[in-house]
């Protein structure tokens, strides 16, 4: 496909991305309803608490409200996802055939790798992490009867060290089109050394050169070749880690100390619960990739050798890495198991089934996800005893998270369940799951791994929880929350349109990679012309053009997504103290009991009536259920 | 919410967080955390030009380097005491003391010091890794300045304890003496670690990696443990003596009393904690790559 072809793509998309969003704009559940004049009020604060705050934007770049906050943290998710997003559709677009087209006349192969890092490290930390943060900042302090976060002004600090990191780990792209010696980074998301320390601008390697009879790769210092792009990127990183560990900080002290005299621990919220145990998580392991970053930029600038040869070598890189690197995955699943179990109980009419038994769950993943690091370097040639121990603890690991689906699948069993796009996410949510946690326990057997370790098979699993769960439930939290942030409702048709879009493109995309795993197709790579075995290019082609095609309806449910809460946030409905009829199921929460408060204040300081019924999404008002007295 | 005085009443019309600062008359809202967040970012983005400039052709020269980090550091400064003023000084008096607004401080210390246990991990695993293959030839890092620092930071500790405890006595006077002597101490030791660097560096030649026909020979993995180490530790010593500079003149102007020693003890918290890493340090890196 030459420059015509890539031009058609690009037309193409575009044409269907002004379709969807015309069409999504038709939608209009909403439009029966009168809009109140002046539009939304963002930042919910209608009526009361202008005192508190100045005007305009001076507003947003000096709050220390944690509402505004989470919602800052937000918008930066959100712009990340996008970044991302559009990242990864290149590359899809790449994929859908064997040889290399659509990316040949902008750089090739190193294009798609910086695609490739770009989106993974921009959807692990700009996205996932910040996201979650969204929803503590917000919510946590409500849920937990706080006027604020122990440290308002930390928190603060703590957000707006995040811009500056995205810009500098993106500046590789912007600078690239200016200068010679520079280009976004190629590290991948795992910057292993001597890759990360030896790459220059093309993409080749800097300082191969024979030591001892051997070819060593990391040795030769030619630092003026080596791409800046990564320097930067490295920089933008620490600076996003120095970030998330003040958070944290901020959460246990939050957590600790700020909790209202009527919440003890036998009374503290699920999501409070993840959010601690995450938050302890960040804490241990953070710091140490900040530790292991600076080293990579020391051995890059300085030589001090940390990760050559004649150093820790890489596989001590790797030993660091994945001591922070699983961790991570479970800093980012845990809030979303969290978010689910709150949200899923409220729609099946009955308590959150064994609730001590999912606390408990959480500890322990927390303090088991610190032993498990090894199952990363299986193929590393790393000691088999060691290997065994890890494959055992790895292994133990799935029981708690299994635990926990049961107890999801328990509190729906002949529960009184409402169909609603919070709940639909969050059935989406347990059944991905479940595909992304047993591909995960196969992965944890050694000789399993061996054969399937750097295929797209481990591209599958992860991204069957990463896609398919965690961003599932971060959908579940903003349609749930929605009411309270925004003060409206929105489309739900749009919403059951979101997920199904979705539900669908997640699991075309996925399942198609978890087969392509399976056919060893490697991953990382931007071409698969090269494959000569009979019969393997037409499946592998096959399976990617799916993959494509299921990317591209998650695109497009995304722009859905984006349509209705921008739409809804202007002109929605406004909501009344009860939106999601929980009263009624005896199932009162705490942040909703906050916001029917607000409402009340608002109409005592003379602002304007809400509506008179409530807007409830699907939500058939339902008779109480006998055994769901209380929260849980 | 401050359980003592309006539980019942979550979320609105508790207390609000910055009701005295920039801009005034508003309850939630600061300028301090925007400046100091620019400012500690213009930190990283002076050190990414450092490296631009190192590598040329990017037109950016170690001065215009030098000039954003150093006004970086300068807004980040002046962030930082901003907010502490207007966060903790001004109105120290006229806020009354809590119990919970106490203990938030010293929990978040505390989780601040454990985070800090894994920043240092790192090298200490990278030391032990290292060790583990044989450290090879390493010059003789233990000596009598080692001895006399040691003892030096772990008696500034116990002069510290004792200020502590004069200030819970009401014992002022004592309280500023014995604070001002730690803080001497902290930078006796500091102008030690110093002078022993200079001697390494300059007199000995113990670096990672020397240079030779254009090539690096990686020849000492040592000493990258070494100067990691010591020098994140130094760092952590200079970031306490400022802790302890500030609340020592916050002493001297008048200010903690035997009931309002908050950030005496955070401080003496964080200065405990440097302490135990360096004897860490001394039996890894400086007792043990010499001895075993
Ligand atoms: C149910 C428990 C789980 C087990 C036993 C498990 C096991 C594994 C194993 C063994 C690998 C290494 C595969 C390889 O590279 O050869 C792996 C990769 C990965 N897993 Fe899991 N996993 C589990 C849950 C999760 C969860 C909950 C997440 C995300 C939140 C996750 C995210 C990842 C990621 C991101 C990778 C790939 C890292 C990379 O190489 O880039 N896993 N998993
Ligand atoms: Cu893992």
Redesign the interface.
Known sequence: MGLSGELALTLLTGVLVLIVFALATRFDDWRTYTPLAGGGALGGETGYGHDEKPGGIVRWLTTVDHKDIGILYGVYAIVAFAWGGLAVMLMRFELATPAMDVLASVGGRAFYNQLLTSHGITMLFLFGTPILAAFSNYFIPLLIGADDMAFPRINAIAFWLLPPGAILIWAGFFLAPFFDGIAASMTSWTMYPPQAVAQTAAGQDAMSYEYAGRVIASSEIDTAALNAGTDLMLLGLHLTGVSATMGAINFIATIFTERGSDVGWDKLDIFSWTILTQSALILFSFPLLGSAIVMLLLDRNFATGFFAVEGGGTILYQHLFWFFGHPEVYILVLPPMGIISYVLPRFSGRKLFGFKFVVYSTLAIGVLSFGVWAHHMFASGIDPRLRAGFMAVSLAIAIPSAVKTFNWITTMWNGNIRLTTPMLFCIGFIANFIIGGVTGVFLAAVPVDLILHDTYYVVGHFHYVIMGAIAFAVFAGVYYWFPIVSGRMYQRTLGKAHFWTTMVGTNLTFFAMILLGYGGMPRRYATYNGVTAEGIIGYFTNLHVIATVGAFILLVGQIIWLVNMVQSWLEGPVVGPDPWNLKEDGLPSREFDWHADRIETTLADGGEPAEDEPMTDGGEPVDADDDAAGDE | ???TED??D???G?????VEDF?RG?????????V???G???I??G??LF??A?????GIGMGTAAAVSIGSIGLFVFGILG?LYH?FVASFWQRHKSE?SE???V??MY??L??????????F??FF??QAGGLGEIPDVFGSLVIFNTLLLIASSFVLHFSEVALRNGNRKRFVTLLGATLLMGIIFIGGQVYEYYEFLAVKNFT??A?AG?????SN?FA?AF??LTGLHGLHVTLGAVLLGIVFVRGLRGQYSAERHVSVKTAALYWHFVDVVWIFLVAAIYIGATAL
Do not use: C, D, N
């Open positions: 919410m401050s359980a539980a019942g979550h979320g609105h508790g207390h609000l967080p910055a801009p508003f309850g939630e809202a600061s300028w301090w955390p925007f100091t967040a620019i500690g970012s213009g990283y983005v050190a990414a490296l631009l190192a590598r040329g052709g990017f907010w966060g919970q203990s938030k401080l929990w978040g989780a601040f454990g985070s800090e246990i894994a920043t240092f991990s790192a090298g695993i990278y890794f290292i990672p990696a240079i254009g090539e690096v020979i990686y993995p990258s100067y990691a």
